[in-house]
């Protein structure tokens, strides 16, 4: 474990060095403005030191015996090799927060990054190569899920598979998880309803909710897309949130200021543009966006303007599905009734977000979300010490937090006889 942590903390200072580099190779790869890559690369940097600490400070356990003819310990040991799957939207920090615990755990990592973005992961493994992890504790394989990925977890010599990424693959690894019978955790989508409460401090709400979505230009599994404000507020609201998106400012992503960059891909940006025309097919009124820029310096690029709709039914696709893009959904609520039946209506259970005065009220609330992670006046905020991951189709177990090695780690206990004469039995 010294020396697992003591590589991991070397990375860490490398990470730290190169972290403009890194920062606008990641850029390059999928888009993202460099304010939001560099703070990837922080946060890779600030995974590796933490799981280095857990490395020196993680601990067997000794289970009293409730007797004195045995006692017992139990240890905690690797897995074998991991399979960590990441998707393209944050990738040195989605692949550190597997690599990481995985290599703290003792064991060896192979990382099949996303398609569209393997960039940062080649580099990352470079680090750790410099950083003097012996070799073949980490491999990169780039290459088409379906192929690459495929083949990796179904390979026989791997024994847990680590994946972040949309349900319908999650769905697909799992399955071939239990064909294995082996140990399977998913990160997948969401759909977070982010809640405005009628004392809710509105101008930090809209701040709030802005961020929440159209960071990242909303390509964040953690995105707040549906945004439920109550009736007394909404009028108010929905006019503070226009003047707000209003002076997004779109453009390249290695220009300063710039609050969005493009969609990851053409493909995503038509996508992104399907789902806004659904929303108009079942009634929707768009208030901001739903389209592309008409800037001519933007044209050749995949971007999308921020886009606000509503006037939708719950049941309308645009609420229901995710659209992993930079498209709010808005709806007015009556009541706290029907705001929790509104909120939980969904298959996804990732995120939340409440805004409001009274934290008694956002506390019981908070109680009756089903999500993996709720937000009361902020959003959007991370500690690698809290334990993240989703209620109902978006994930299974948990990344983060102390505990987040024992994903990566199967549990032994060990006898030891205490007895001073010889087994009865066979007298
Ligand atoms: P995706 O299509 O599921 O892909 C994710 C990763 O899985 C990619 O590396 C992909 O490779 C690979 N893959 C695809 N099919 C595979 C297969 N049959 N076997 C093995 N690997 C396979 O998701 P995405 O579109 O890249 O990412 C967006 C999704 O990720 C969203 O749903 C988002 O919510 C979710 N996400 C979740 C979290 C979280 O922590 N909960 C964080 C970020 C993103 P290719 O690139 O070659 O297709």
Not at 16 to 31: F, M
Not at 97 to 107: D, T
């Amino acid at each position: 474990p010294h020396e697992r942590a003591a590589v991991l903390h070397r990375v860490a200072e490398l990470i730290a060095a190169r972290r403009e580099d890194l920062a606008r190779l990641q850029t390059r790869d999928n888009g993202k403005p460099l304010a939001e890559t560099r703070a990837l690369v922080d946060s890779a940097a600030g995974t590796a030191r933490y799981f280095a600490s857990v490395c020196e400070t993680f601990e067997g356990e000794m289970p009293t015996p409730r007797s004195r003819d045995f006692t017992t310990f139990s240890t905690y040991e690797p897995v074998g090799v991991v399979a960590a799957i990441t998707p393209w939207n944050s990738p040195i920090a989605s692949e550190m927060q597997k690599i990481a615990p995985a290599l703290a755990g003792g064991n060896a990592v192979l990382v099949k990054p996303a398609d569209a973005t393997p960039m940062a992961a080649l580099a990352l493994a470079k680090l750790f190569e410099e950083a003097g992890l012996p070799a073949g504790l980490l491999s990169v394989l780039p290459g088409r899920g379906s192929v690459v990925g495929e083949a990796m977890v179904r390979h026989p010599l791997v024994r847990k598979i680590s994946f972040t990424g949309g349900t319908s693959t999650g769905r697909r690894l799992a399955a071939i998880a239990a064909d294995k019978l082996i140990p399977v955790s998913l990160e997948l989508g969401g759909k977070s309803p982010t809640i405005v409460l009628d004392d809710a401090d509105l101008e930090r709400a809209v701040q709030g909710v802005v961020y929440g979505i159209f960071s990242s230009a909303g390509q964040a599994c953690i995105a707040g897309s549906r945004l439920l404000v109550h009736r007394s507020l909404y009028d108010a609201f929905l006019k503070r949130l226009d003047e707000v998106v209003d002076r997004l400012r779109l453009g390249h992503p290695e220009h300063d200021g710039v609050h969005m960059g493009p969609l990851v891909s053409m493909a995503h940006r038509d996508s992104v543009a399907a789902y806004v025309a659904s929303a108009v097919e079942e009634g929707g009124r768009i208030r901001r966006g739903g389209r592309a820029p008409s800037d001519p310096a933007l044209a050749a690029g995949s971007y999308f303007l921020p886009t606000v709709i509503e006037g939708l039914s719950p049941d309308a696709r645009a609420c229901r599905e995710e659209i992993f893009g930079p498209v709010l959904v808005a709806m007015p609520f009556e009541d706290e009734t029907e705001l929790l039946a509104q909120a939980n209506d969904s298959v996804y259970g990732l995120a939340a977000g409440i805004w409001t005065r009274d934290y008694r009220r956002a506390w019981h609330l908070a109680s009756r979300l089903e999500a993996g992670t709720i937000w009361v006046n902020t959003y959007k905020k991370f500690a690698i010490s809290a334990p993240f991951g989703g209620f109902k189709e978006s994930g299974l177990g948990r990344e983060k937090g102390r505990q987040g090695v024992l994903a990566y780690m199967q549990q032994k206990s060990i006898y030891l006889g205490m007895e001073q004469q010889a087994m009865e039995w066979s007298r």
